[in-house]
């Protein structure tokens, strides 16, 4: 999400991590959250390279690393 010239992007961040929390809770799994939110188009391409660490990357990496922790606990209940 990039800044526009008002606050839009603020809000709508707030409500997408609010709803990815509400998600969770409803389904008692967690969910990655992965939004970036740049000052400038430049910024987002930065933070989205693959040469600089890819920001996006990193969530869906933690993800995929919580699998067995959630097989795991399936298997116990």
Same mark, same amino acid.
């Given at each position: ?11 709508? &961040?707030? +409500?997408?991590?609010?709803g990815i929390g509400?998600?969770?809770? @409803? ?5 990655? #959250? ?14 989205? &390279?693959? +040469? ?9 990496? @933690?993800?995929i690393e919580m699998?067995? #922790? ?8």
């Amino acid at each position: 999400m990039i800044r526009g010239d008002t606050f839009h992007h603020e809000e709508i &961040a707030n +409500e997408i991590s609010r709803g990815i929390g509400q998600s969770a809770q @409803g389904i008692c799994i967690p969910l990655a #959250f992965g939004v970036l939110t740049c000052n400038t188009f430049e910024q987002a391409i930065d933070r989205g &390279a693959l +040469e600089t660490g890819n920001k996006g990357f990193e969530p869906r990496m @933690g993800a995929i690393e919580m699998v067995p #922790f959630r097989e795991a606990l399936v298997q116990k209940a």
